[in-house]
């Protein structure tokens, strides 16, 4: 009994894991929709495992560690295969001479997301000062954002979404802002200490907007909801 308690966050994270490389499957596939949803439902689980490691006590530089691998996984390389394929598809193969690559240099900077995402996670299991917020963009946000990409092309017609320079920008931004200096709140509510602090009010803005939204624009509300909570983080550190 004491090994499954021990070990049940860690199964959630492994869940996470397995969700991630469904999710790569997928994309070679051609299956973006779907390598999407995988992408969610890790980030989800990637929630829990912290969650139950605290409730179950049970928390273990182990368990840090194996959700670092997971979440490199799931919100560093699966959406960057997702973002590769879909430039991929709109840009033209690399010929030289005889040889020739069935993809184009440019597609190639989708993977600057797992790059910029190892050295993220690697700087966050090294730092005690991000055990209250993030220096940084967390790396399932840009997964996030990326992920809704696909999800926005099965309900409306935005071309804005399918342009090659948003997908080449989205990569580099978001690279940069994963191993930026720049400090953002963590969404966590802590109801053991519970109090309307300017925090909460900002993590209770975001939550009541971001229902909002979706409720009124679907998936196509996630990229401005990731960019309300940078912005929102940005004017926390202002008033500080």
């Not at 273990?60 to 919100?75: H, Q, W």
């Not at 690697?122 to 730092?127: S, V």
Request: charged residues 15%; glycine residues 4%; proline residues 3%.
């Amino acid at each position: 009994m004491n090994t499954l308690k021990r070990n049940f966050p860690n199964f959630i994270t492994l869940s996470n894991l397995f969700c991630g490389i469904i999710s790569i499957i997928c994309s070679f596939e051609n299956h973006l929709a779907w390598a999407s949803i995988f992408i969610f439902i890790g980030i989800f689980l990637d929630f829990f495992d912290g969650f139950f490691a605290r409730i179950l006590k049970v928390e273990n530089k182990f368990g840090v560690e194996l959700d670092s691998m997971a979440d490199l996984i799931t919100s560093g390389l699966a959406p960057s295969i997702i973002l590769f394929q879909i430039i991929r598809t709109q840009t033209v193969a690399l010929e030289y001479g005889l040889f020739t690559l069935p993809f184009s240099l440019i597609s190639l900077l989708a993977f600057t997301i797992p790059i910029s995402s190892a050295i993220r996670l690697a700087k966050f299991n090294l730092d005690e000062n991000q055990k209250e917020g993030f220096i940084g963009l967390p790396t399932p946000m840009t997964a996030v954002f990326i992920a809704s990409i696909p999800l926005i092309y099965l309900e409306d017609h935005y071309e804005f979404y399918r342009s090659t320079e948003f997908l080449f920008l989205t990569a580099i931004i978001f690279s940069l802002l994963q191993i930026s200096t720049i400090k953002l709140f963590s969404l966590k509510f802590n109801f053991k200490y519970f109090t309307l602090d300017k925090l909460n009010i900002f993590r209770i803005l975001i939550l009541f907007i971001s229902i909002i939204l979706f409720l009124l624009f679907n998936f196509s509300s996630i990229p401005f909801i990731v960019i309300l909570y940078i912005i929102l983080s940005l004017i926390n550190n202002f008033l500080k």
